[in-house]
């Protein structure tokens, strides 16, 4: 069982940035996947970027790539998203999950056993 919370989020004008965090609990995120989701109002919730804890490789969908980072720290059991040049429309809510299996297969929430409560993030001048 894992237990993900995510926080950083906030309100940043356009052309700002955010670093949101996604803390586990009760399991090392060592065998699991690690993806980024957010859900705009009204709209489905999407992916956005992925960590793969077998080997550290990194994924991003076109609309954050180049802007988003995704990193982890092993010894905080924590993964982490850095976002830079926000826009408008990165405004959402953010969330973190995890899919057992260590290695990214994509960003289907049905795949995704855990999830954190989210984080607001709205970008607004």
């Known amino acids: 069982q894992v237990q993900l919370a995510e926080s950083g989020g906030g309100s940043v004008q356009p052309g700002g940035s955010l670093r949101l965090s996604c803390e586990a609990s009760?399991?090392?995120?060592?065998?699991?996947?690690i993806g980024w989701f957010r859900q705009a109002p009204g709209k489905d919730r999407v992916g956005i970027s992925c960590i793969s804890s077998a080997d550290g490789k990194t994924y991003y969908t076109d609309s954050v790539q180049g802007r988003f980072t995704i990193s982890k720290d092993n010894a905080k059991n924590a993964v982490y998203l850095q976002m830079n040049s926000l826009k408008s429309e990165d405004t959402a809510i953010y969330y973190c999950?995890?899919?057992?299996?260590?290695?990214?297969?994509?960003?289907?929430?049905?795949?995704?056993?855990?999830w954190g409560q989210g984080t607001q993030v709205t970008v607004s001048s």
């Open positions: 009760g399991s090392t995120l060592d065998y699991y996947a």
């Open positions: 999950a995890a899919d057992y299996g260590a290695y990214c297969m994509g960003y289907d929430p049905y795949e995704y056993e855990y």
